[in-house]
């Protein structure tokens, strides 16, 4: 029997006894939920950007405010550890997912592209997707770089 349930409702951890299928289902439950909420958390971030948006920029972080939140979690034990760790794996394998040139999900749009025309894009146009990607991800990484330190009050 595989299976630890962590209860939302307080820090009491309850074993649970679960087969591989139900340890199966309640791990692919947990991955929607999490997939859902970073998508949602996504979109609001987009939003605000556009000025209506109820996502707080501030919010976004970067290595620093992982490793801080990594290190407070730590602290209450090692299932929970584990479980933030597990959530932060998934919010960056579906943002790795993501089509933006340069990562993963990017190779797939331009399958997708080469699929659909019968043949590969030009080599100019897909260094023009890749010079995008790199601005996107570098832009990003700037900003959340940018909000860990201001966090620790270097700016």
Known sequence: MVGIMIGPHNN???????????????????????????LEMLWGYLQKLWGEGYGDLRQLGGPIKIAQISGDVSQMGILPFIMIISYISISLGLFNLFPIPLLDGGHLMFYAFEKVLGRPLSQKTQEGFFRIGMFLLLSLMFFATFNDLKDLGLF
């Open 12 to 38: 009491n951890i309850n074993h649970v006894k679960l087969g591989p299928t139900k340890a199966a289902y309640h791990a692919v439950k947990e991955i929607f939920f999490v997939s859902q909420k970073t």
